[in-house]
């Protein structure tokens, strides 16, 4: 008698074909997985990377008001726009030491800082403002405007954290002095943190001033 062959259903899953599709299972679970752990790291180094970024985006400012002396910036007194652009960044640079000590007068804080040291809290990109402000309009020369500048990148970084009064006691660019004379400052607002807009459009900037440095130059 001939044996009759078991007959198998179409929908039958042979053992090979469940190993192959366990094998598949399997190694799509192992991609999902990579894919999570990919996707935790891109996190981590964002989170990492905004975080230690921050201060970036955020700068040291101090507001002032200047008088721009007539004597100082057009002497002549005829708003000749060729004259006003022979006075250099250095003929603006006593009006901030003396803007300081009127900030420091009209909030009764008192200081045994000099001029010098005044007017090096603040960045040197100051001068540069103001001159390109009164050249944009010479009728401003003779009157006091409100300017909102840069510190220097010690002031910034002692609000940063990155410098103490112990890490300057031998510098020659700042002082523990000046360091509370901006805590002072910072007390009744006339130095603070701002977002700094200029981090991302604003151009290169000399070692003389690299607080005003952005990163437009390369975008």
């Known amino acids: 008698m001939n044996d009759v062959p078991s007959k198998r259903s179409l929908y039958d899953i042979s053992e090979r074909t469940k190993k192959r ?3 598949e299972g399997r190694f799509r679970l ?3 997985i990579a894919i999570a752990i990919g996707l935790l790291m891109l996190l981590v180094l964002v989170t990492t990377i905004i975080y230690r970024g921050t201060s970036a985006f955020q700068q040291t400012f101090i507001t002032l008001e200047v008088e721009l002396l007539e004597k100082k910036l057009d002497k002549k007194g005829n708003r000749n726009i060729d004259d006003i652009k022979k ?7 006593p009006l901030l030491a003396t803007a300081m000590q009127n900030a420091l007068k ?5 200081t045994d800082l000099k001029k010098k040291a005044l007017s090096g809290m603040i960045s ?4 540069a403002q103001m001159r390109e402000y009164v050249l944009a309009d010479p009728s401003v020369i003779g009157t006091t405007v409100e300017f909102r500048f840069l510190t220097n990148g010690w002031i910034d970084g002692y609000l940063k954290g990155r410098y103490t009064r112990e890490s300057v006691e031998n510098s020659k660019f700042a002082s523990a002095a000046q360091f509370d004379l901006t805590d002072k400052l910072v007390e009744i607002g006339v130095i603070e943190k701002k977002f700094n807009l200029d981090f991302i459009l604003g151009a290169d900037s000399s070692d003389q001033r690299p607080e005003s440095a952005g990163i437009g130059v390369a975008m």
């Open 21 to 23: 599709n366990a094998a």
């Open 30 to 32: 192992y991609g999902i």
């Open 87 to 93: 006075v250099s960044t250095f003929g603006y640079t």
């Open 106 to 110: 009209e909030n009764g804080i008192e």
């Open 124 to 127: 040197k990109s100051a001068a």
